[in-house]
């Protein structure tokens, strides 16, 4: 079965509103990371964050490990942040090498 | 700034058709990888090289073979391709046991 899950599948925002997005996954996770994936597809790491939490500009992502879950916090939306949003874990322990993505959240901020 | 490469953006081929993707990644990482995307958008890992060696191949149907030179590069060659082929392939690389993926900008296959 799924073993990254997103949720929600689809957020919409005013800008300057907050968002959340969570994942959940069902195999221990000594890798987790949350990318970016704009509207055109080109797709970029945003934070590594196996367990605790990070910040890095408007994005918080708090990471419970012996819960299987992760959130990613972003403050003050802006329209530039509208896109697809993919947490993925590896499995396998410890490295990059088989990382499983979820299906994301599409988040769409308005004007 | 791109520092992983891809080369096509897009290819339009027929069923039977072989058709080659090239990567190329400048930051002087030691491991590459190929994704592919498919048209629900998920993302699998296919074949993960570290060194030119292959260290991660994923159930993924023989006809699809990649390539390295060198740590810098990893082609992926498809021979045959068939319509569940098309998807969007994604390059990416990193250090070995490294935290962070970098990804290219992707390949566009459709299979006529």
């Known amino acids: 079965g799924q073993q990254v899950q997103q949720s929600p599948s689809s957020l919409v925002l005013q800008e300057g509103e907050n968002a959340e997005l969570q994942c959940n996954f069902s195999?221990?996770?000594?890798?987790l990371q949350w990318f970016y994936q704009s509207p055109g597809g080109s797709l970029v790491s945003l934070l590594s964050?196996?367990?605790g939490t990070k910040h890095t500009g408007r994005l918080t992502s708090t990471t419970v490990t012996k819960e299987r879950r992760s959130s990613l916090h972003i403050s003050s939306s802006q329209t530039t942040d509208s896109g697809t949003y993919l947490c993925?874990?590896?499995?396998?322990?410890?490295?990059?090498?088989?990382?499983?993505f979820g299906k994301g959240t599409l988040l769409t901020v308005t004007p | 700034e791109t520092a992983v490469f891809q080369t096509p953006n897009y290819h339009v081929t027929q069923v039977g058709n072989e058709v080659s993707f090239n990567c190329k990644q400048t930051?002087?990482?030691?491991?590459m990888y190929w994704y592919k995307q498919d048209s629900k958008k998920l993302l699998k890992i296919m074949f993960s090289?570290?060194?030119?060696?292959?260290?991660v191949n994923e159930t993924v149907p023989r006809r699809f073979s990649p390539q390295s030179s060198d740590k810098a590069h990893l082609n992926l060659r498809i021979k045959s391709v068939e319509p569940e082929d098309s998807a969007v392939y994604l390059c990416?690389?990193?250090?070995?046991?490294?935290?962070?993926?970098?990804f290219g900008a992707g390949t566009r296959l459709s299979v006529l």
């Open positions: 990416a690389s990193s250090y070995w046991g490294g935290a962070t993926l970098y």
């Open positions: 195999s221990t996770a000594t890798q």
């Open positions: 964050n196996p367990s």
């Open positions: 993925a874990i590896d499995p396998s322990g410890g490295s990059n090498y088989k990382l499983t």
């Open positions: 930051l002087g990482h030691d491991t």
């Open positions: 090289y570290n060194n030119k060696q292959l260290i």
